[in-house]
Structure formats: structure tokens, C-alpha cells
């Protein structure tokens, strides 16, 4: 009777940490996938977060260059049809 009380107990001892084993193997299984997503979304906004920088750097340069004399020398000649003091225009029918 002994033999089959000890016999009993070792079956609970194994059935539970077969089970835990198995919670645990689902849990780390779960963690990993996890990760993984975590990773992909993270080289995703690294991703994202260069374009911009490369696209504020183009739009800084874009700004010097408007606010140069140059630009705005440019856009009267061009738009505005304006020369400066020392030069001649000349029209053509």
C-alpha cells in the first residue's frame, strides 16, 4: 500500500512538471515570436527615421540656398523680369 501511496505521488510529480514544462515551452515559443515582430518593427522605424533625417537635410539645404542673395537674385530676373543697375536689356521682335 506504501509502494502504490509513493508510486501515486511520483505520477503527480512527473504529470506536473510535465505540465509546467510544457507552459513554459509554450511561453518561451510566444516570447520569441514576440521578439522577432519587435525586431521587424524596430528595423522598420530605423528605416523610417533615416529618410527623414536625409529629407530634413535636403529641405535645410534648400532653406540656406532660398535665403541666399543668389536665390533671390534668381527669382527677380526670372519671375520679375528685373536687371541690375549696370547692365542693358535688350528686347527682341
Known amino acids: 500500500m506504501e509502494n502504490y501511496k509513493q508510486a501515486k505521488?511520483?505520477?503527480?510529480?512527473?504529470?506536473?512538471?510535465?505540465?509546467?514544462f510544457v507552459a513554459v515551452l509554450i511561453f518561451s515559443v510566444f516570447s520569441f515570436v514576440s521578439?522577432?515582430?519587435?525586431?521587424?518593427?524596430?528595423?522598420?522605424?530605423?528605416?523610417?527615421?533615416?529618410s527623414l533625417r536625409?529629407?530634413?537635410s535636403a529641405l535645410k539645404n534648400d532653406l540656406e540656398y532660398m535665403r541666399s542673395p543668389?536665390?533671390?537674385?534668381?527669382?527677380?530676373r526670372n519671375h520679375l523680369g528685373m536687371i541690375q543697375e549696370d547692365e542693358n536689356l535688350y528686347i527682341f521682335k
Open 9 to 20: 505521488k511520483v505520477e503527480r510529480i512527473i504529470a506536473c512538471s510535465i505540465f509546467v
Open 35 to 50: 521578439l522577432g515582430k519587435a525586431r521587424r518593427k524596430q528595423a522598420k522605424y530605423d528605416d523610417a527615421i533615416a
Open 54 to 56: 536625409q529629407e530634413e
Open 70 to 76: 543668389e536665390y533671390l537674385e534668381s527669382q527677380a
